[in-house]
T-cell receptor, first 114, second 116 residues
Framework: DAKTTQPPSMDCAEGRAANLPCNHS???????VYWYRQIHSQGPQYIIH???NNETNEMASLIITEDRKSSTLILPHATLRDTAVYYC???????????????FGQGTILTVHP | NAGVTQTPKFRVLKTGQSMTLLCAQD?????MYWYRQDPGMGLRLIHY???????AKGEVPDGYNVSRLKKQNFLLGLESAAPSQTSVYFC???????????????FGNGTRLTVT
């Protein structure tokens, strides 16, 4: 699985958009970008994933660059409850050679301020 | 629908004692995983299972055993606990059929284990 690079920490004001970047320059053509977050003392929570196109769901938007070497997770209106560690992960689909294991790095600690 | 449930939530063991962590999921997921999380180390895969009756080693399997006798349950055992196994243990599961080709992992809320 390709390696990802994320900033160790970021701050965001409540109500503003939080834009979390992720570099994955060695991503291969059949690897997906996944985002999870972990709120203190809880298990990681799935947010969103994508392959090439931008994706949006009720939690967030995922913007993937055309060359797929980087992506940005956007929380459109951050709240205090969005304070968490955010993990960007690149992985093959479960149907490929991977058995579905996702390798979690250190992630980005997002702190949302009042 | 409870999702992924882990028991116990907390446990303190003495070196050499044994224990079993239970993971139960009610989503009819095929794949199940055990991870451990340590400060500064991220999540590391211990063992995983691709279906009832099958298990396989992950990145850090030494000192642990697992069993998947029923599809909904995945047990993690420590036969002789060591202080190095002090950690937070997370169980996860996911679907793997064609209709959920890239189904995400669903995690439990963890078991906090301290070995003294």
């Amino acid at each position: 699985d390709a390696k990802t690079t994320q900033p160790p920490s970021m701050d965001c004001a409540e109500g503003r958009a939080a834009n979390l970047p992720c570099n994955h320059s060695t991503i291969s053509g059949n690897e997906y970008v996944y985002w999870y977050r972990q709120i203190h003392s809880q298990g990681p929570q799935y947010i969103i994933h994508g392959l090439k196109n931008n994706e949006t769901n009720e939690m967030a938007s995922l913007i993937i660059t055309e060359d797929r070497k980087s992506s940005t997770l956007i929380l459109p209106h951050a709240t205090l409850r969005d304070t968490a560690v955010y993990y960007c992960i690149v992985s093959l689909s479960p149907g490929g050679t991977s058995y579905g294991k996702l390798t979690f790095g250190q992630g980005t600690i997002l702190t949302v301020h009042p | 629908n409870a999702g992924v449930t882990q028991t116990p939530k907390f446990r303190v063991l003495k070196t050499g004692q044994s224990m079993t962590l239970l993971c139960a999921q009610d989503m009819n997921h095929e794949y199940m995983y055990w991870y451990r999380q340590d400060p500064g180390m991220g999540l590391r895969l211990i063992h995983y299972s691709v279906g009832e009756g099958t298990t396989a080693k992950g990145e850090v399997p030494d000192g642990y055993n697992v069993s998947r006798l029923k599809k909904q349950n995945f047990l993690l055992g420590l036969e002789s606990a060591a202080p190095s196994q002090t950690s937070v243990y997370f169980c996860a599961s996911r679907l793997t059929d064609v209709s959920s080709y890239n189904s995400p992992l669903h995690f439990g809320n963890g078991t906090r284990l301290t070995v003294t």
